[in-house]
């Protein structure tokens, strides 16, 4: 039997809300940066910091244009970021800015057009086009596709079914703010290491920048 938590909808229910939301999607695949970090531990706004001479959002969303039919950054104003990333992209508000990834994962959602996203953080420079290919293309009837990197499952590199936003929504309301935690209670692809390894070897598309350390090692890897 599926394991469910106290109040929390059975996987049946789960599918039966995204195949409801489904029926209202088109099929393109929409790209979601998350933006609405506080940057605490990199001291500075991470979305603005360079990596070889560009901001890392501006790499992300490079990145991101070749796969996808739109782009939208959730948790941060339009004026915040004018001219940083070149061409069109929609600024989306964060529902819960207090709830985490997992709230601002809901929010990109919600305003998708497509059948399924791609969702990344802002401070991932070297994410990689055919890594992000590859991954969306693994959809096929899951709910989401997530790599998993030395044991730990890259929420924040995944595609996501659009039509898991009222799932999501739900999982809120329960106090379930982990997107890992919710991950297990939907249809999910989970991707090794080793097939990773054959799309993207060394696995570059999965460096973060979150400290003073790791901005100047991508700094490194940059030039």
């Not at 605490?40 to 706004?45: A, K, M, P, S, T």
């Not at 054959?198 to 570059?204: N, Q, V």
Request: net charge neutral; aromatic share 4%; charged share 25%.
């Amino acid at each position: 039997m599926q394991p469910t938590l106290r109040g929390w909808p059975g996987r049946t229910h789960i599918e039966a809300m995204t195949k409801a939301a489904d029926s209202n999607r088109a099929d393109g695949v929409t790209g979601i940066i998350l933006a609405g970090g506080r940057s605490v531990r990199l001291g500075r706004d991470k979305a603005l910091v360079l990596v070889g001479g560009r901001p890392m959002i501006a790499r992300v969303a490079d990145a991101l244009r070749p796969v996808t039919d739109e782009i939208l950054v959730v948790g941060r104003a339009e004026d915040e970021l004018a001219g940083v990333i070149d061409g069109p992209v929609r600024y989306v508000p964060d529902e819960a800015p207090d709830g985490g990834p997992l709230a601002g994962i809901m929010s990109g959602l919600a305003a998708s057009s497509g059948g399924s996203s791609l969702v990344v953080g802002c401070d991932m420079p070297f994410l990689d086009p055919a890594m992000l290919r590859a991954l969306a293309a693994q959809l096929g009837d899951y709910d989401a596709v997530a790599p998993v990197v030395r044991g730990v499952v890259q929420t924040t590199h995944a595609v996501y079914r659009c039509s898991l936003e009222a799932a999501i929504r739900s999982a809120l309301r329960q106090g379930v703010r982990s997107p890992v935690r919710f991950l297990r209670r939907v249809r999910t692809r989970y991707v090794p290491e080793e097939e990773l390894e054959r799309l993207s070897p060394g696995l570059r598309s999965f460096l973060g920048v979150n400290t003073p350390e790791e901005w100047a090692a991508a700094e490194r890897l940059a030039t």
